[in-house]
């Protein structure tokens, strides 16, 4: 399992956080929101996803992935 902390911007409510751990439990990882902060932490196996991939989810959703 990889672990990285992603800073997302654009998330604000419970609503945000909801739609951004489906998000990458639909491509077979883990997310953890904390929106104060404005981080993800996602856990994810490489063989099933890989971190761009969720990137991409994410800013597909429009949350901006600062890198």
Same mark, same amino acid.
């Given at each position: 399992?990889?672990?990285? @902390?992603?800073? #997302?911007?654009?998330?604000?409510?419970?609503?945000?956080?909801?739609?951004?751990?489906?998000? +990458?439990? /639909?491509?077979?990882?883990?997310? +953890? #929101?904390?929106?104060? /902060?404005?981080?993800?932490? #996602?856990?994810?196996?490489?063989?099933?996803?890989?971190?761009?991939? @969720? @990137?991409?989810?994410?800013?597909?959703?429009?949350?901006? #992935? +600062?890198?």
């Amino acid at each position: 399992m990889e672990k990285t @902390i992603l800073q #997302v911007e654009g998330m604000s409510c419970n609503h945000c956080k909801m739609s951004v751990e489906k998000a +990458v439990k /639909e491509l077979g990882g883990e997310a +953890v #929101v904390n929106l104060a /902060e404005k981080t993800v932490t #996602v856990s994810f196996d490489s063989a099933k996803t890989n971190l761009e991939d @969720i @990137i991409t989810e994410l800013e597909d959703l429009g949350y901006d #992935v +600062v890198k």
